[in-house]
């Protein structure tokens, strides 16, 4: 197939990405500006290094004072989760070329992971369509960031506003979330992580202390979940076994009342029908012995 064919629902794919990366990489690169970066080098940030979450983390980090150390790490922990997208779309890769498969694993985000990895549950969506829609959201991510730093100062939006995009990823990423009750137990659980965090002092690394300890309760909350359906799907099992053994035992009583109303021989079913035929296989013979005189 080729590569145009491609094209065309890929770039449909994309722009619901696209339109909200223009919303918040704008502000992004306001922040981006506060802290002296230029065009030049937030284009590079944002092609290498492509992380939404990261990229916002750095200023505010920056100006909050906290030292580079902190910085790498904090960001690094919070990218962890890329590997795991990359690995939930290995079996897809399998049969592409690596440099291909590479590009394509390079440029995931969290909002082309969702789209791509609903659409190849269709059976439709292949490779190539995937990292046209990595490439069109990077696209669009590398050049809201340079035109935040480009108008930054003349739009005149103050940092703290510009600041709290950040936080609105997290409630845009929170209401798409499909309503379970793990999802309910994750965001309860990471608010009072970082509420808890902040109240003693750890602001720095509140919202990574909040989202792993939210992801790890609504881990548990689910394991303990799908423990229970175990058990109530293995005690059905058994009542409907109980309730079937009970079934064939009033099947045989039932039969074995029919035999003594009949009076014939109580024993196996298939005695209660060989008797007819053992009648009528004796009126036969009965009847040619008196032909045969």
């Known amino acids: 197939m080729k590569l145009s064919n491609d094209i065309q629902p890929a770039v449909q794919a994309a722009i619901p990405i696209v339109l909200g990366y223009i919303?918040?990489?704008?502000?992004?690169?306001?922040?981006?500006?506060?802290?002296?970066?230029?065009?030049?080098?937030?284009?590079?940030?944002?092609?290498?290094?492509?992380?939404?979450?990261?990229?916002?983390?750095?200023?505010?980090m920056w100006l909050a004072g906290s030292p580079i150390a902190s910085i790498v790490a904090s960001v690094s922990l919070v990218n962890t989760r890329q590997m795991l997208y990359s690995a939930s779309f290995a079996p897809m890769c399998a049969?592409?070329?690596?440099?291909?498969?590479?590009?394509?694993?390079?440029?995931v985000t969290d909002e082309s992971f969702g789209?791509?990895?609903?659409?190849?549950?269709?059976?439709?969506?292949?490779?190539?369509?995937?990292?046209?829609?990595?490439?069109?959201?990077?696209?669009s991510w590398t050049l809201s960031n340079v035109a935040g730093v480009l108008i930054g100062s003349a739009l005149g939006i103050p940092?703290?506003?510009?600041?709290?995009?950040?936080?609105?990823i997290f409630i845009c990423l929170?209401?798409?979330?499909?309503?379970?009750?793990?999802?309910?137990?994750?965001?309860?659980?990471?608010?009072?992580?970082?509420?808890?965090?902040?109240a003693v002092g750890l602001a720095g690394p509140a919202i990574l202390v909040g989202a792993v300890l939210g992801v790890v309760a609504a881990m548990l909350v689910s394991q303990v979940r799908r423990g229970r359906v175990a058990e109530a799907a293995a005690l059905d099992a058994q009542v409907e076994s109980a309730q079937a053994g009970e079934g064939e035992a009033n099947a045989a009583d039932a039969r074995a009342r029919s035999c003594q109303d009949a009076d014939l021989p109580c024993g196996n079913p298939a005695d209660v029908n060989a008797a007819p035929r053992n009648s009528a296989q004796a009126g036969e013979s009965a009847q040619e012995g008196g032909e045969g005189r």
């Open 23 to 60: 919303a918040i990489g704008i502000p992004c690169g306001i922040l981006e500006d506060s802290i002296g970066l230029n065009a030049v080098q937030v284009f590079f940030l944002s092609c290498m290094f492509y992380s939404g979450a990261g990229q916002f983390m750095i200023p505010n």
């Open 95 to 107: 049969n592409e070329r690596k440099g291909l498969s590479f590009l394509f694993s390079a440029t």
């Open 115 to 139: 789209v791509n990895m609903a659409n190849f549950a269709t059976g439709t969506w292949n490779v190539r369509r995937a990292t046209v829609v990595n490439l069109c959201s990077c696209a």
């Open 159 to 168: 940092l703290a506003i510009a600041s709290f995009a950040m936080t609105s």
């Open 174 to 198: 929170l209401v798409t979330q499909k309503v379970t009750f793990e999802n309910a137990v994750a965001a309860f659980v990471a608010m009072v992580g970082v509420f808890t965090c902040k």
